[in-house]
């Protein structure tokens, strides 16, 4: 019997869409469970109060917290690193194992492996957030020589409803960034429900889809010994997951 394999996720506290989705997609791996720890996330801007929620300490909290469950790796599922800065995650992902002895990720440094194994230019980028967000994400993109060549955003800053948008905006959202026929298109919030859209969307549209709860699960997994071809029917990035040749953080 293989041994199991825990994953813990940290979650914004007023995240309703990634715990099922993460549980969903870990489902049909045997042997796997995912383990979840929230600290207080509400609000998603660029005012100093929407920032000082993703201080370390109180993320640094709840990753103790899964360490008590004694689980393989600690993922962040949270976009807040595409705005505030990559460097964030990095600093992030050496805090939690230097306080835990435990290997970490996040959604987003698993999306930029994901990009740069595909050798993506150009991506196009589907988010709920408020335009001053999006375009922060959009410039840090461009610094890693990424160009945004479509972007759709709902110009919300609740973060409770984003889990309220319904499938059919996404759909169409993806349709109209894919009209510039990007290397990739990044769904970029763990609180819509893009995940269970990602397989019809990317056999429509012919474009790898990477929705960032659906990442950061795929990084798990590998951080964590398991092949994550074993997920099934969550889009192109596992079933190609072995064929691609993915750095570390």
Known sequence: MSPQKRIGVLTPSSNTALEPLTSQMVAGVPGVSAHFSRFRVTEIS????????????????????????HVDVICWSGTSASW???????ALCASISEVTGIPATTSVLALNDLLAAQGARTLGLVSPYVEDVQRRIVDNYGGLGIACVAE?????????S???VAPDTLRTMLREVAQQRPDAIAVMCTNLHGAPLVDEMERELG????????????KALKIAGVDARRVKGWGGLFA??????VGKE
């Open 84 to 90: 505030l800065g990559f460097e964030r995650d990095r």
């Open 46 to 69: 660029m005012g100093d109060k929407s920032q000082n929620q993703f201080d370390e300490r109180a993320i640094l909290d709840a990753a103790k917290l899964l360490a008590d469950a």
């Open 207 to 218: 474009i790898p889809i990477y929705d960032s709860v659906a990442t950061v699960v795929w």
């Open 240 to 245: 190609r997951s072995e064929e691609r040749r």
């Open 162 to 164: 984003f889990a309220e």
């Open 152 to 160: 759709r955003h709902l110009d919300l800053s609740v973060n409770f």
